[in-house]
């Protein structure tokens, strides 16, 4: 535990295609909808192998979420695809009233969220929808790191009882955890211990935390990884156990600090066990266009930034 | 149950919405009394609905002017979902009778309603849903005129011809009155017919007070999605009620209730 490994580079959203692709195969009551996106999301991919359970709803997205709905009235699987913002933005009250406040069994993954959409720009950029789904009673949330927890995330939602979210991006990233780490949904993954100060980070941002981490490591400065993928229910003893061992906590996310992981991890301490924390995102302001890399780096989402952060935080205290 | 049995059932159907929204004052009458007999033609004739039936092998029905809810969970109480004096907990806390209607709480609701414009679309789902499992369910959707203002109710219809999903059936309760007045003043609905048509529904126009016209509309077969195009008024059947926006979401008072239950009950 602790060395970074990295394996290969895939983005999300194509390992999310892979990986539905081949439930397809074993759950004959796994059906697909997309909104126009399918080449995007990468549901075309199942598409293509099960035409017969796969609906393209065109663009609009409010009676896509309907129409998931009934699927799952009737007894099917269903697996909802478009971008975040759409999704989970605009057709925000049919995913809380047709679907949560009937808690059908609806798994939402999204594409296409944070500043890593990159050139669209802020008005495709999502960066209120973890705030958005973790807000509607019974909906679980979750934000996996990388193409091989996006496919376990993926069973995992399938397989539970109720609505789901799965926040799946869009650039292609390195894929570094183990085929064999275990992924239980509401429990976080510790990639490495750490005295010092802990850095609870999300989706793409754990990679970023993982290579802060190894900066800070030879500083001397012990700073233990979280991968948060479950935002909701959140991990509160993980986050109770990171804030008493080391008093000082980093959240770190491709979404606005208003609602999200910091706020989860915020209201977490705030009840259970106050620790210092800085909630780095978007700090209240919309993104804009740009290569994913380079808005990482405007908005200081990187891990030359997560590591001054600790540093700060570390020599605050001493 | 004969036609003439039917009709006066509806009559009693109207006197369990009137007491239970006037006891508890809280609920929308106008909309209920308007669309009775198109519920109970549904659940009484043309549904499979016997609630001995796993719920799988039943028919659906959709009401997706989940406001008249009243009117639903009487049918289905005289249809023997649960007992009738269950309806006098319409609203209060802890009731099975919530509102709108809540498919986690009520034996016999079939999706959760009553935020407008949503209501097509699940049935499109359960239509998709059934043609995919090889059943012959039929799927109805209740609709009111008021909702057709929604964008998302276009979509809906869109997606019910492009799937031809001939399964389904949407009624619309078409009374011409919506909570702020007179659909044509709030918001023109233009001409229903002509647009359901040119969004490839079979449409149907039928007197939706009449059982008879309503269950010849319900068998008539077709190649296309049907549309029926139920004229109705709303408040119908109480004389100070009918045609009045403001009855939409108001309950009588006691004095009123009375006035109403003599007049259903004459």
Request: aromatic share 6%; with cysteine.
């Given at each position: 535990?602790?060395?970074?490994?990295?394996?290969?580079?895939?983005?999300?959203?194509?390992?999310?295609?892979?990986?539905l692709?081949?439930l397809?195969?074993?759950?004959?009551?796994?059906?697909?909808?997309?909104?126009?996106?399918?080449?995007?999301t990468?549901?075309?991919?199942?598409?293509?192998k099960?035409?017969?359970?796969?609906?393209?709803?065109?663009?609009?997205?409010?009676?896509?979420?309907?129409?998931?709905?009934?699927l799952?009235?009737?007894?099917?699987?269903?697996?909802?695809?478009?971008?975040?913002?759409?999704?989970?933005?605009?057709?925000?009250?049919?995913?809380?009233?047709?679907?949560?406040?009937?808690?059908?069994?609806?798994?939402?993954?999204?594409?296409?969220?944070?500043?890593?959409?990159?050139?669209?720009?802020?008005?495709?950029?999502?960066?209120?929808?973890?705030?958005?789904?973790?807000?509607?009673?019974?909906?679980?949330?979750?934000?996996p790191?990388?193409?091989?927890?996006?496919?376990?995330?993926?069973r995992?939602?399938?397989?539970?009882?109720?609505?789901?979210?799965?926040?799946v991006?869009?650039?292609?990233?390195?894929?570094f955890?183990?085929?064999d780490?275990?992924?239980?949904?509401?429990?976080?993954?510790?990639?490495?211990?750490?005295?010092?100060?802990a850095?609870?980070?999300?989706?793409?941002?754990?990679?970023?935390?993982l290579?802060?981490?190894?900066?800070?490591?030879?500083?001397?400065?012990?700073?233990?990884?979280?991968?948060?993928?479950?935002?909701?229910?959140?991990?509160?003893?993980?986050?109770?156990?990171?804030?008493?061992?080391?008093?000082?906590?980093?959240t770190?996310?491709?979404?606005?600090?208003?609602?999200?992981l910091?706020?989860?991890?915020?209201e977490?301490?705030?009840?259970?066990s106050p620790?210092?924390?800085?909630?780095?995102?978007?700090?209240?302001?919309?993104?804009?266009?740009?290569?994913?890399?380079?808005?990482?780096?405007?908005?200081?989402?990187?891990?030359?930034?997560?590591?001054?952060?600790?540093?700060?935080?570390?020599?605050?205290?001493? | 149950?004969?036609?003439a049995?039917?009709?006066a059932?509806?009559?009693?159907?109207?006197?369990?919405?009137?007491?239970?929204?006037g006891?508890?004052?809280?609920?929308?009458?106008?909309?209920?009394?308007?669309?009775?007999?198109i519920?109970?033609?549904?659940?009484?004739?043309?549904m499979?609905?016997?609630?001995?039936?796993?719920?799988?092998?039943?028919?659906?029905?959709?009401?997706?002017?989940?406001?008249?809810?009243?009117?639903?969970?009487?049918?289905?109480?005289?249809?023997?979902?649960?007992?009738?004096?269950?309806?006098?907990?319409?609203r209060?806390?802890?009731?099975?009778?919530?509102?709108?209607?809540?498919?986690?709480?009520?034996?016999?609701?079939?999706?959760?309603?009553?935020?407008?414009?949503?209501?097509?679309?699940?049935?499109?789902?359960?239509?998709?849903?059934?043609?995919?499992?090889?059943?012959?369910?039929?799927?109805?959707?209740?609709?009111?005129?008021?909702?057709?203002?929604?964008?998302?109710?276009?979509?809906?219809?869109?997606?019910?011809?492009?799937?031809?999903?001939t399964?389904?059936?949407?009624?619309?309760?078409?009374?011409?009155?919506?909570?702020?007045?007179?659909?044509?003043?709030?918001?023109?609905?233009?001409?229903?017919?002509?647009?359901?048509?040119?969004?490839?529904?079979?449409?149907?126009?039928?007197?939706g007070?009449?059982?008879g016209?309503?269950?010849?509309?319900y068998?008539?077969?077709?190649?296309?999605?049907k549309?029926?195009?139920?004229?109705?008024?709303?408040?119908?059947?109480?004389?100070?009620?009918?045609?009045?926006?403001?009855?939409?979401?108001?309950?009588?008072?006691?004095?009123?209730?009375?006035?109403?239950?003599?007049?259903?009950?004459?």
């Amino acid at each position: 535990m602790g060395t970074l490994n990295i394996r290969g580079t895939k983005a999300i959203r194509v390992a999310y295609g892979e990986a539905l692709a081949e439930l397809g195969a074993e759950r004959p009551d796994v059906v697909v909808l997309d909104a126009d996106l399918a080449h995007a999301t990468t549901t075309c991919v199942f598409g293509e192998k099960y035409p017969g359970r796969f609906f393209n709803l065109g663009i609009a997205e409010q009676n896509m979420m309907g129409v998931a709905a009934g699927l799952a009235i009737s007894g099917l699987t269903p697996v909802a695809s478009t971008f975040s913002i759409f999704g989970a933005g605009r057709a925000f009250e049919q995913v809380r009233n047709s679907i949560c406040y009937a808690n059908l069994n609806v798994t939402l993954a999204l594409s296409h969220n944070g500043l890593t959409v990159g050139e669209d720009g802020g008005s495709h950029q999502s960066i209120e929808d973890i705030s958005l789904m973790r807000s509607i009673p019974g909906m679980t949330v979750l934000v996996p790191c990388d193409a091989i927890e996006m496919r376990k995330a993926l069973r995992a939602a399938i397989d539970h009882p109720g609505p789901v979210y799965i926040r799946v991006t869009r650039p292609p990233a390195p894929y570094f955890t183990e085929d064999d780490a275990p992924f239980t949904v509401g429990k976080a993954n510790t990639l490495r211990p750490g005295a010092d100060i802990a850095i609870i980070a999300t989706g793409l941002m754990v990679y970023q935390a993982l290579l802060a981490a190894e900066q800070l490591a030879q500083e001397d400065i012990e700073a233990a990884v979280l991968n948060m993928h479950t935002i909701k229910p959140i991990d509160r003893d993980a986050i109770i156990e990171a804030a008493g061992k080391t008093g000082r906590l980093i959240t770190v996310e491709d979404h606005s600090v208003i609602g999200g992981l910091g706020s989860a991890v915020a209201e977490v301490l705030a009840e259970g066990s106050p620790a210092r924390l800085v909630r780095m995102g978007l700090q209240d302001c919309f993104g804009q266009s740009g290569t994913p890399d380079a808005l990482l780096e405007h908005y200081g989402l990187t891990a030359r930034h997560i590591a001054e952060n600790a540093r700060k935080l570390v020599g605050d205290k001493q | 149950m004969t036609e003439a049995e039917l009709q006066a059932l509806c009559r009693i159907i109207r006197s369990d919405i009137i007491k239970m929204i006037g006891r508890v004052k809280s609920g929308h009458p106008g909309g209920s009394l308007s669309c009775t007999e198109i519920l109970a033609t549904l659940y009484f004739k043309e549904m499979l609905a016997d609630p001995a039936l796993p719920p799988e092998m039943r028919d659906k029905c959709i009401l997706c002017k989940g406001h008249a809810a009243p009117a639903l969970y009487t049918v289905l109480a005289h249809r023997g979902y649960f007992p009738r004096e269950e309806l006098l907990t319409l609203r209060q806390l802890g009731s099975r009778l919530q509102g709108h209607p809540d498919m986690k709480k009520t034996p016999g609701v079939d999706a959760s309603t009553g935020s407008l414009g949503q209501g097509c679309s699940i049935a499109i789902g359960l239509a998709l849903g059934a043609r995919l499992k090889g059943t012959s369910q039929k799927i109805f959707a209740v609709v009111g005129d008021g909702e057709m203002q929604e964008g998302q109710f276009w979509e809906a219809m869109m997606s019910a011809a492009h799937f031809g999903l001939t399964n389904l059936t949407v009624i619309l309760d078409h009374n011409g009155l919506q909570i702020d007045g007179a659909n044509d003043d709030v918001m023109c609905l233009g001409n229903i017919k002509a647009k359901l048509q040119a969004f490839g529904f079979e449409v149907i126009e039928a007197d939706g007070h009449d059982i008879g016209q309503l269950l010849a509309a319900y068998r008539k077969t077709t190649e296309k999605p049907k549309f029926i195009l139920a004229h109705t008024v709303k408040g119908k059947g109480v004389s100070f009620m009918e045609n009045q926006a403001g009855w939409h979401g108001k309950a009588p008072s006691a004095e009123e209730t009375e006035q109403a239950l003599a007049e259903l009950e004459a």
